[in-house]
Every structure is written in C-alpha cells, then in structure tokens.
C-alpha cells in the first residue's frame, strides 16, 4: 500500500507563486514516474508535468517556461514549482507516482487525494 500526501495548493493570484509538494509513503521498492496531473471544473484530468528517475521530464504546453518538477529521492517526494500563475491555472492538482513493492513486483499507479489551486485575476 503507498499513500501520497500532497500539500502547498491554496489561493494564488495571477504573476504570482506556489509550490505543491507531494510526499509517498508505504511499501516501496522503488519509484519510476512522479507526476502532477490537474482537473480543472468539467474537464478530465490531464498530464501537468512528470519526471521519470533518469530525471527526463515532460511539461504541458501551457505550463512549459512557468512551472518546475523536482524530486527529492532520498525523501521519496515530489515538488511543483508553479510561477507565472494565470487564472486558467485553477484546478485540482493530483500527484501521481509509478511504484515497485519489490524487485519482482510489478510497478502499480497511485494518485494523492488531491489538492486544490486556485488563481484569482
């Protein structure tokens, strides 16, 4: 069982920052993929930014410039440096992270509970 534990979203205005970090825990054997999906209202989830273990990231078109992914891996935890904030930002963020229970297991998906950002103009 792996839990994620999200934290730093909140209310932000528009040119300005936050920062969510997301930190799992449990059984792990190792980490591949940690990610930052959000769901803005009426609208499916999509892929914000990941980081794979060989430290490739990938970013959304409309973050790329403005938003950061780090990982700290020794902690196991994920961060997501937001700047530039824009009102279309608003959204709930969701951490993601691909993980191995053991060195036979096969890698399982897990998501946090969900954090909620929101950019007033």
């Known amino acids: 069982q792996v839990q994620l534990v999200e934290s730093g979203g909140g209310l932000g205005q528009a040119g300005g920052s936050l920062r969510l970090s997301c930190a799992a825990s449990?059984?792990?054997?190792?980490?591949?993929?940690m990610g930052w999906y959000g769901q803005a209202p009426g609208k499916q989830r999509d892929l914000v930014a990941v980081?794979?273990?060989?430290?490739?990231?990938n970013y959304a078109n409309s973050v790329k410039g403005r938003f950061t992914i780090s990982r700290d891996n020794a902690k196991n935890t994920v961060y997501l440096q937001m700047n530039s904030l824009k009102p279309e930002d608003t959204a709930v963020y969701y951490c993601?992270?691909?993980?191995?229970?053991?060195?036979?297991?096969?890698?399982?998906?897990?998501w946090g509970q969900g954090t909620q950002v929101t950019v007033s103009s």
């Open positions: 993601q992270a691909d993980s191995r229970a053991s060195a036979w297991a096969l890698p399982r998906t897990h």
């Open positions: 449990g059984i792990i054997f190792s980490i591949n993929t």
């Open positions: 980081s794979t273990t060989d430290d490739n990231t």
